[in-house]
């Protein structure tokens, strides 16, 4: 009789902790803060274009690496905000989400035995990422700001640059820079970024950027894209996509900038792995990206809006927090409440309280370096966020 068998690879690591945390939410009717979807409407146009694309019949494949219309807008989009010149035909790929594009790039430049560094707290998709393409990853701590006992600090993570340079070796074959970043809200400076470039050409090194939240950043934050830098050009691929900036997470529409020949690597893999992302909604992503300037201002606001809702609703609920400057997260220090670890915490808030966060272990390589974190998002409604406030007050 036969024996089921799995791979090493699929052992070493779990299932996502957030979508898990959004099951357990729906199972216990609670408030979803767990996972990173508006609960909100699309804007009106966008959705008017993709319903438009179906009843002009545009059922059927677009070109694998996507629709001309769609990198034509990405291209321009780029021009337009970045000043960056791109090729659409030769350095564009479209692929179904930022997920795919990640896993895509790293199977197209990483082979087995190669280094990938990470920054952690890192999104939980990275380090199986990295595993899936046959690499080993390297993680660099961002670290938490010093507490100031108060209900509410303002967040700086930094990462140590001699950290940083000694994880740099001949088996380095990229690092993941995601910024603004998940879970932490940070947002790479200049200076952090200029560091980063001159060791990734130092070692001949990849730059994989996802930049999903460029646009949601607050206060004095700016978002410097490190392709931008120079000699970064040719060596770095950049993740976006529409998720998150048109409120559409469940679309499936994003993409890679990369240099040409990075690009055909990662235009076959991509290929293998999905053929292509959903060709009405690539029209309809074109429409998306020609949005004026004043869009993404009212995007920014109207999320920074939010995020001072939450940081008082948390602050007021006991929660120690850490401001984020970019990015709908919330990272929080949950050590003042007495639970034995994150896990307990967030089961006990969406079982008793009514209200979902995401244990903070799931962010980091080891459980115990999150252990007293868990993580919240405000991309939801006010009545959302006003019920999560009615229920937290159980905290006190």
């Known amino acids: 009789m036969s024996r089921s068998r799995t791979s090493q690879k699929a052992a070493r690591f779990t299932e996502s902790v957030i979508r898990e945390m959004t099951r357990l939410a729906q199972q216990h009717g609670a408030v979803n803060l767990s996972q990173g979807f508006p609960d909100f409407p699309a804007p009106a146009a966008l959705k008017e274009a993709a319903c438009e694309a179906i009843r002009q019949d545009i059922n059927q494949y677009a070109v694998t690496w996507g629709a001309k219309p769609l990198r034509e807008a990405i291209a321009a989009d780029l021009g337009r905000r970045r000043g960056v010149s791109v ?3 030769r350095q564009i790929t479209v692929c179904c989400g930022s997920t795919e594009a990640m896993i895509a790039t790293l199977l197209a430049i990483v082979d087995p035995g190669d280094e990938v560094i990470v920054f952690e707290p890192f999104y939980e998709n990275y380090g199986p990422d990295a595993i899936l393409s046959g690499a080993t990853p390297r993680f660099v701590r961002l670290r938490q700001p010093a507490s100031t006992g108060a209900p509410a600090s303002s967040a700086d993570w930094s990462f140590d640059p001699d950290e940083l340079a000694a994880a740099f070796s001949n ?7 995601n910024t603004p970043n998940n879970p932490t809200g940070k947002v790479f400076t200049r200076a952090e970024l200029t560091e980063i470039a001159r060791l990734c050409q130092r070692w001949d090194v990849m730059a994989v950027t996802d930049e999903i939240y ?3 950043v607050y206060d004095d934050a700016v978002h410097v894209p490190l392709a931008t830098l120079e000699g970064m050009a040719d060596r770095t691929v950049t993740i976006n996509s529409v998720s998150k900036t048109f409120s559409v997470t469940g679309w499936r529409v994003g993409w890679t900038v990369a240099p040409p020949d990075v690009t055909g690597a990662i235009r076959k893999v991509h290929d293998f792995l999905t053929v292509g992302a959903a ?11 020609a949005s004026p300037d004043s869009y993404y201002r009212d995007l920014a606001a109207s999320y920074q809006a939010r995020r ?3 940081m008082a609703i ?7 927090c850490f401001e984020p400057r970019g990015a709908y997260y919330i990272m929080t220090d949950i050590s003042g409440f007495g639970f034995a670890d994150d896990v307990a915490f967030a089961r006990h808030l969406v079982e008793q309280i009514g209200v979902a966060s995401v244990p903070g272990s799931s962010f980091f390589r080891d459980p115990a370096s999150g252990r007293t974190a868990v993580r919240f998002t405000f991309c939801k409604r ?3 966020l006003a019920e999560a406030e009615r229920r937290l007050a159980r905290m006190r």
């Open 87 to 89: 090729d659409p035909e």
């Open 171 to 177: 088996r380095t074959r990229a690092i993941i820079i």
């Open 214 to 216: 460029e646009h949601i």
């Open 279 to 289: 060709a009405p909604l690539q029209a309809a992503a074109a429409v998306a990206l």
């Open 308 to 310: 001072n809702r939450l």
């Open 314 to 320: 948390l602050a007021g609920a006991g929660f120690v």
């Open 382 to 384: 006010d009545d959302t």
